[in-house]
């Protein structure tokens, strides 16, 4: 399934960090879900530059789909608009104020493609007999 974001926002799948953090906050307080902890300098960096853009302008936004324990109800994906994010290098830290969206803000336009089958050749039994 693509999904297509209302007015150009970014949409950024949690799952891209999963392997770069070693824990992350989605109920911090003041709207504020931590990805937090980055492993390495260098995980740090590339959460700060995916994120980082959206201070520059206050119309620049994220929508980060979460799947991440925690993040919202088990086995579901969450939606989460960010607004704006602070970092600590010091700590390795990406604070990220935001708000849980619900699915219809989000999702007016999206495809869905359920992929190519071949049709396979009916069994001997079930071919037309002639009389």
Known sequence: MTLYAPDGISI?????FEGLTSAVDCKGDDAAMSLALFKSKQAYNYGLKTSQYINEDDDQQILLIANHEGCGPAEQKSRIRVISVTEDSA???IAMR???????????????DFGK???????????????
């Open 98 to 112: 935001s708000k849980v969206i619900k699915w219809s803000d989000v999702a007016g336009l999206y495809d869905l």
């Open 117 to 131: 089958a071949a049709l396979q050749q009916p069994s001997q039994r079930l071919r037309t007999r002639s009389f």
């Open 91 to 93: 700590d390795l830290t």
């Open 12 to 16: 950024v799948q949690m799952e891209r």
